[in-house]
T-cell receptor, first 114, second 112 residues
Framework: GENVEQHPSTLSVQEGDSAVIKCTYS??????FPWYKQELGKGPQLIID?????GEKKDQRIAVTLNKTAKHFSLHITETQPEDSAVYFC?????????????FGKGTHLIIQP | KAGVTQTPRYLIKTRGQQVTLSCSPI?????VSWYQQTPGQGLQFLFE???????NKGNFPGRFSGRQFSNSRSEMNVSTLELGDSALYLC???????????FGEGSRLTVL
């Protein structure tokens, strides 16, 4: 089955700086790669996703890049703000997040230092 | 539009008991998935239902089961509870594959 590795487990950055979280996956059949943000006491919330026919996608301060050959994808957050502090999860799926479910990374605790 | 609703939010059970968790998906969503979240194992896929049919199941023992009703609401059941079943159980709904998964806030189960 699919295996998703996520690094780092904890990331501390100064407010206003950029943050980068990296994930690798093992199943070349995976074609859908979402990123979720989970705040304390809440369920994960989708912040951005990318499909395998796209190399990069951007939404305001958040961007995701995908390298299918190397089987890795990354989340980039620019101009970080205190409200960006949370746990971020990457995931992969061969069926667009449908019947096969999502395989998640172990998460990155992002800390924004004021 | 109301989000995914899970009940109960918190519950405490003892070993050997069983538990039933409920999930009401977003109106119009026909796919419901369940995930277990623990500090050690992270988020793990339990099963997925679409139009009352279980289409896939993760690597969990048969003590974990679920069902979906004609109105798309779903329940999951864990029988003969073990200490290791203590976790946050998350339900997610989707309009149908492929599609964005919308998660509820979860049901936190503590097994004593």
């Amino acid at each position: 089955g699919e295996n998703v590795e996520q690094h780092p487990s904890t990331l501390s950055v100064q407010e206003g700086d950029s943050a980068v979280i990296k994930c690798t996956y093992s199943d070349s059949a995976s074609n859908y790669f979402p990123w979720y943000k989970q705040e304390l006491g809440k369920g994960p919330q989708l912040i951005i996703d990318i499909r395998s026919n796209v190399g990069e996608k951007k939404d305001q301060r958040i961007a995701v890049t995908l390298n299918k050959t190397a089987k890795h994808f990354s989340l980039h957050i620019t101009e970080t703000q205190p409200e960006d502090s949370a746990v971020y999860f990457c995931a992969a799926s061969p069926s667009g997040g449908g019947a096969d479910g999502l395989t998640f990374g172990k998460g990155t605790h992002l800390i924004i230092q004021p | 539009k109301a989000g995914v609703t899970q009940t109960p939010r918190y519950l405490i059970k003892t070993r050997g008991q069983q538990v039933t968790l409920s999930c009401s998906p977003i109106s119009g969503h026909r796919s419901v998935s369940w995930y277990q979240q623990t500090p050690g194992q992270g988020l793990q896929f339990l099963f997925e239902y679409f139009s009352e049919t279980q289409r896939n199941k993760g690597n969990f023992p048969g003590r974990f089961s679920g069902r979906q009703f004609s109105n798309s609401r779903s329940e999951m059941n864990v029988s003969t509870l073990e200490l290791g079943d203590s976790a946050l159980y998350l339900c997610a709904s989707s309009q149908g594959p492929p599609g964005e998964l919308f998660f509820g806030e979860g049901s936190r189960l503590t097994v004593l």
